[in-house]
T-cell receptor, first 114, second 110 residues
Framework: DTGVSQDPRHKITKRGQNVTFRCDPI?????LYWYRQTLGQGPEFLTY????????KSRLLSDRFSAERPKGSFSTLEIQRTEQGDSAMYLC????????????FGSGTQLSVL | TQLLEQSPQFLSIQEGENLTVYCNSS?????LQWYRQEPGEGPVLLVT?????EVKKLKRLTFQFGDARKDSSLHITAAQPGDTGLYLC??????????FGRGTSLIVHP
């Protein structure tokens, strides 16, 4: 399978704990995006990377969120001191075209904060 | 912020019916994408429209981009249960960061 891979698929955690998600993009894709989606909503942009550089972050991304993409390959998204409002599907997508508009998504990580 | 409004929000129809869903904005987009998302999965790209007035067909699905590149529509002919899902439109504009609408949730009953 050469699609976008996300791990884990599901994560249940207690409020206040830290969680980390991983995304492996399609290998030749230089752009990587993180989105968050809650029930009844479309995906909301969090941040994106071009190669290893994090070029933009949404205002949704509070100080408790951090994302990395070392060496421009896989990416991690960490949430510190989780809150119940962080419960959502976290989606990773990658793209190759210059405009970065055609996204290929992973299956997402469903986070539940108890 | 470029906002995309999708309508209707929900649609429940019988197999064999036709339907149209809409994606509207006050902003001009360089292109619009349509995705379909099934429960528990990520969105899957269906089509990209680039030119104002452009029409693209994907089997029973017809996509149209408005002349002013501010809106788009998706028409499904003879819907089937396999068409069930959340249909999302997304536009990139000049920021290259795709912005999504809230989606239209379609249920096709056998």
């Amino acid at each position: 399978d050469t699609g976008v891979s996300q791990d884990p698929r599901h994560k249940i955690t207690k409020r206040g704990q830290n969680v980390t998600f991983r995304c492996d993009p399609i290998s030749e894709h230089n752009r990587l995006y993180w989105y968050r989606q809650t029930l009844g909503q479309g995906p909301e942009f969090l941040t994106y990377f071009q190669n290893e550089a994090q070029l933009e972050k949404s205002r949704l991304l509070s100080d408790r969120f951090s994302a990395e993409r070392p060496k421009g390959s896989f990416s991690t998204l960490e949430i510190q001191r989780t809150e119940q409002g962080d419960s959502a599907m976290y989606l990773c997508a990658s793209s190759v075209d210059l405009a970065g508009e055609k996204l290929f998504f992973g299956s997402g990580t469903q986070l539940s904060v108890l | 912020t470029q906002l995309l409004e999708q309508s209707p929000q929900f649609l429940s129809i019988q197999e064999g019916e036709n339907l149209t869903v809409y994606c509207n904005s006050s902003s001009v987009f360089s292109s619009l994408q349509w995705y379909r998302q099934e429960p528990g999965e990520g969105p899957v790209l269906l089509v990209t429209v680039v030119t104002g007035g452009e029409v693209k067909k994907l089997k029973r699905l017809t996509f149209q981009f408005g002349d002013a590149r501010k809106d788009s529509s998706l028409h499904i002919t003879a819907a089937q249960p396999g068409d069930t899902g959340l249909y999302l439109c997304a536009g990139g504009g000049g920021s290259y960061i795709p912005t999504f609408g809230r989606g239209t949730s379609l249920i096709v009953h056998p």
